[in-house]
């Protein structure tokens, strides 16, 4: 038997109301999410997830793929155009290997590659330990500045001369300042190596014109879609045309076998809608309503590691405001807002519960929200933190917060209405308090 529809299954449909309930009456923080448009959320839900196509436009090794192959060309070039790629891969699934199919392609085992450390604000696929990256190559690493909580270019040239990696990799999940690309490449030339830019974080602000573009500069760059860049989980590889059959060639057959087409489309529609002038308004909204909560929480006597942020994130050192970080993310649980603890640079204290909060601003600001409601929200953190064992005042802040997010809906709230059919065009411009949702 197949269900007729999703509400037939009780026991998934429940739980995903729960979870739509959750996102709607939630405070969304977590620096990696954001909501994607209804848009993207039919293409992933469409009829493309019963194909296979393993292969690339026109050299397939399966039948009955002419539209896919119109699909994945589409992505292709809106890709392109976004980021003035010369060579674009859509086919990974997620950024970790994306980022493996960089490594296979480029390098062997054992090979050495110069990253960000990653209590430092690295990714786990930049040489952690237990991940394949730092099971697999030798990782040497840079760090930031103790006193500046920035990443030192001199200091890079200098570990780069010494250890002479054969690639050199700029990239970061929890680090609030802009990266000097140039500079980056400017020190692989002098040794050879190959630049690699992770952009897996900022690739919406860099697609909004807010921050400079690694790809005109560096040899490879990869992406996840799902994060500011506000489309369906995956990833896509960006390269010179010199890389390009290694880069094809490393994905498939190297690491996946068929692509997703159903996430390729929705590439494909989230890519058009950031090449759209509002998406610029929404990417420079993010970086205002990101500056407007650090300095609301600097001014709470809250610690930002660099003193501020020049992109959607930021971390805060909670050393001062006696709990760490695993404390804190689950305080802030209590009251509808989601965080992410995090390590900080140089941190006294072990992983699982380091020093830092990862606080970020793409998500909130999708539903719409502006610096008032920032500032508001600094507020609320405070507040909880300071009365952490007043489960009294947690739940008058936990009320607040959800009042707050009502006011700012989701579009999956339409979608639960009319039991996951298509929201009419009425509902649908009732969304439009934001970005166009
Ligand atoms: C999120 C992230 C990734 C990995 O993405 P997944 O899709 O979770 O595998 C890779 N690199 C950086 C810098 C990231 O922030």
Redesign the pocket.
Same mark, same amino acid.
């Given at each position: 038997m197949q269900f007729k529809k999703l509400s037939e299954d009780k026991e998934i449909y429940n739980a995903l109301q729960k979870e739509i309930k959750r996102q709607s009456e939630g405070m969304e923080l977590i620096a990696?999410e954001n909501y994607v448009s209804h848009a993207v959320l039919e293409a992933l839900g469409s009829e493309l997830t019963n194909k296979y196509s393993e292969g690339y436009p026109g050299k397939r090794y399966y039948g009955g793929n002419k539209f896919v192959d119109d699909i994945e060309t589409l992505a292709i070039e809106r890709a392109k155009q976004l980021f003035s790629a010369e060579h674009v891969n859509v086919q990974p699934l997620?950024?970790?290997? !994306?980022?493996a199919a960089v490594y296979f392609a480029t390098l062997k085992p054992g090979d050495k590659v110069l990253g960000l450390k990653l209590d430092h604000g690295?990714?786990?696929? /930049?040489g952690h330990p237990v991940n394949f990256s730092g099971l697999l190559y030798n990782f040497v690493q840079y760090t930031v500045d103790k006193n500046t909580g920035k990443i030192n270019m001199d200091e890079v040239r200098e570990i780069a001369l010494h250890e002479k990696p054969k690639m050199i990799l700029a990239?970061?999940?929890a680090y609030s300042r802009n990266l000097e690309w140039q500079k980056f490449q400017d020190i692989a030339d002098e040794i050879g190596a190959i630049t690699f830019a992770?952009? !897996? /974080?900022i690739a919406g602000l860099i697609a909004g014109k807010q921050i400079d573009n690694p790809v005109p500069i560096f040899d490879i760059v990869?992406t996840?879609t799902?994060?500011t860049l506000r489309g369906p989980?995956? !990833?896509i590889i960006m390269c010179k045309q010199k890389f390009a059959e290694a880069i094809d060639r490393s994905v498939f057959p190297g690491m996946q076998g068929g692509p997703h087409d159903n996430n390729t489309a929705a590439k494909a529609v989230a890519f058009a809608e950031a090449l759209q002038p509002d998406f610029t308004e929404y990417s420079r909204q993010v970086i205002t309503n990101a500056k407007a909560l650090a300095d609301e929480l600097m001014k709470l006597n809250f610690t930002i590691i660099s003193g501020g942020t020049d992109n959607h994130l930021m971390v805060v050192d909670l050393t001062n405001k006696g709990l760490n970080g695993r404390q804190a993310e689950t305080l802030l649980d209590k009251v509808n807002i989601s965080t992410s603890r995090s390590t900080i640079p140089f941190d006294q204290l072990p992983p699982y519960k380091p020093s830092g909060l990862r606080l970020g601003s793409p998500a909130v600001t999708t539903r719409g929200m502006k610096e008032t409601e920032m500032k508001q929200i600094a507020k609320w953190i405070a507040a909880a933190v300071d009365s952490r064992d007043d489960e009294e005042k947690l739940a008058q802040i936990r009320e607040e917060v959800k009042q707050t997010c009502l006011r700012f809906p989701i579009p999956s709230v339409i979608s639960e209405k009319n039991g996951f059919a298509n929201p009419s065009d009425d509902e649908l411009n009732k969304l439009n308090n934001g970005f166009g949702l």
């Amino acid at each position: 038997m197949q269900f007729k529809k999703l509400s037939e299954d009780k026991e998934i449909y429940n739980a995903l109301q729960k979870e739509i309930k959750r996102q709607s009456e939630g405070m969304e923080l977590i620096a990696s999410e954001n909501y994607v448009s209804h848009a993207v959320l039919e293409a992933l839900g469409s009829e493309l997830t019963n194909k296979y196509s393993e292969g690339y436009p026109g050299k397939r090794y399966y039948g009955g793929n002419k539209f896919v192959d119109d699909i994945e060309t589409l992505a292709i070039e809106r890709a392109k155009q976004l980021f003035s790629a010369e060579h674009v891969n859509v086919q990974p699934l997620s950024g970790s290997p !994306a980022n493996a199919a960089v490594y296979f392609a480029t390098l062997k085992p054992g090979d050495k590659v110069l990253g960000l450390k990653l209590d430092h604000g690295g990714h786990l696929s /930049h040489g952690h330990p237990v991940n394949f990256s730092g099971l697999l190559y030798n990782f040497v690493q840079y760090t930031v500045d103790k006193n500046t909580g920035k990443i030192n270019m001199d200091e890079v040239r200098e570990i780069a001369l010494h250890e002479k990696p054969k690639m050199i990799l700029a990239g970061f999940s929890a680090y609030s300042r802009n990266l000097e690309w140039q500079k980056f490449q400017d020190i692989a030339d002098e040794i050879g190596a190959i630049t690699f830019a992770d952009i !897996a /974080h900022i690739a919406g602000l860099i697609a909004g014109k807010q921050i400079d573009n690694p790809v005109p500069i560096f040899d490879i760059v990869t992406t996840t879609t799902h994060k500011t860049l506000r489309g369906p989980r995956g !990833a896509i590889i960006m390269c010179k045309q010199k890389f390009a059959e290694a880069i094809d060639r490393s994905v498939f057959p190297g690491m996946q076998g068929g692509p997703h087409d159903n996430n390729t489309a929705a590439k494909a529609v989230a890519f058009a809608e950031a090449l759209q002038p509002d998406f610029t308004e929404y990417s420079r909204q993010v970086i205002t309503n990101a500056k407007a909560l650090a300095d609301e929480l600097m001014k709470l006597n809250f610690t930002i590691i660099s003193g501020g942020t020049d992109n959607h994130l930021m971390v805060v050192d909670l050393t001062n405001k006696g709990l760490n970080g695993r404390q804190a993310e689950t305080l802030l649980d209590k009251v509808n807002i989601s965080t992410s603890r995090s390590t900080i640079p140089f941190d006294q204290l072990p992983p699982y519960k380091p020093s830092g909060l990862r606080l970020g601003s793409p998500a909130v600001t999708t539903r719409g929200m502006k610096e008032t409601e920032m500032k508001q929200i600094a507020k609320w953190i405070a507040a909880a933190v300071d009365s952490r064992d007043d489960e009294e005042k947690l739940a008058q802040i936990r009320e607040e917060v959800k009042q707050t997010c009502l006011r700012f809906p989701i579009p999956s709230v339409i979608s639960e209405k009319n039991g996951f059919a298509n929201p009419s065009d009425d509902e649908l411009n009732k969304l439009n308090n934001g970005f166009g949702l």
